[in-house]
T-cell receptor, first 110, second 115 residues
Framework: GQQVMQIPQYQHVQEGEDFTTYCNSSTTLSNIQWYKQRPGGHPVFLIQLVKSGEVKKQKRLTFQFGEAKKNSSLHITATQTTDVGTYFCAGQGNFNKFYFGSGTKLNVKP | KAGVTQTPRYLIKTRGQQVTLSCSPISGHRSVSWYQQTPGQGLQFLFEYFSETQRNKGNFPGRFSGRQFSNSRSEMNVSTLELGDSALYLC??????????????FGPGTRLTVL
């Protein structure tokens, strides 16, 4: 069945370092969404990408959607302790099925 | 606007029992989706309701069911509970264009423990 995989599963960085998480789908996605979940919290919507090759920025966060609409990435420049949490991608694939990625847990050391 | 509310926040049940969880969406939102979150399986989509009809469904057994009322509030029911049903159950509301299209606003979740 369709799966949306994310790598890495965990990432530990020093404050100020960059961070990237990658999302890969086995099939084409109609769009991709990104969410952040703080420890003990619930997922919070960050952004949605729809077009092939689309790039969007939110301050230090850069989101990309692949040309084939099968992969996406989230890049954080100069991480801060407030970036700690788990980042999930989510996409809609075949038969309108909606899948969340496995998530990347980010820890930022001050 | 008030956010998505879920009740109860915590629940302890025993195997074989059934449970009903409730979700009140953001005012004006017509779509409610349900998710199961576990450390091992991550976030998994259960189903989506829109205008009192199930519009989308994940890959969960028939023990998991839901419904939506005319005021868009939704309930989720799990019958014949199993140990593996222990999880955080999240609901999310959106305007109504579709679970993969709308921005989804998540509630705080109901933590279900099955003993």
């Amino acid at each position: 069945g369709q799966q949306v995989m994310q790598i890495p599963q965990y990432q530990h960085v020093q404050e100020g370092e960059d961070f990237t998480t990658y999302c890969n789908s086995s099939t084409t996605l109609s769009n991709i969404q990104w969410y952040k979940q703080r420890p003990g919290g619930h997922p919070v919507f960050l952004i949605q990408l729809v077009k092939s090759g689309e790039v969007k920025k939110q301050k230090r966060l850069t989101f990309q959607f692949g040309e084939a609409k099968k992969n996406s990435s989230l890049h954080i420049t100069a991480t801060q302790t407030t970036d700690v949490g788990t980042y999930f991608c989510a996409g809609q694939g075949n038969f309108n099925k909606f899948y969340f990625g496995s998530g990347t847990k980010l820890n930022v050391k001050p | 606007k008030a956010g998505v509310t879920q009740t109860p926040r915590y629940l302890i049940k025993t195997r074989g029992q059934q449970v009903t969880l409730s979700c009140s969406p953001i005012s004006g939102h017509r779509s409610v989706s349900w998710y199961q979150q576990t450390p091992g399986q991550g976030l998994q989509f259960l189903f989506e309701y829109f205008s009192e009809t199930q519009r989308n469904k994940g890959n969960f057994p028939g023990r998991f069911s839901g419904r939506q009322f005319s005021n868009s509030r939704s309930e989720m029911n799990v019958s014949t509970l199993e140990l593996g049903d222990s999880a955080l159950y999240l609901c999310a509301s959106s305007v109504g264009q579709g679970v993969g299209t709308d921005t989804q606003y998540f509630g705080p979740g109901t933590r279900l423990t099955v003993l």
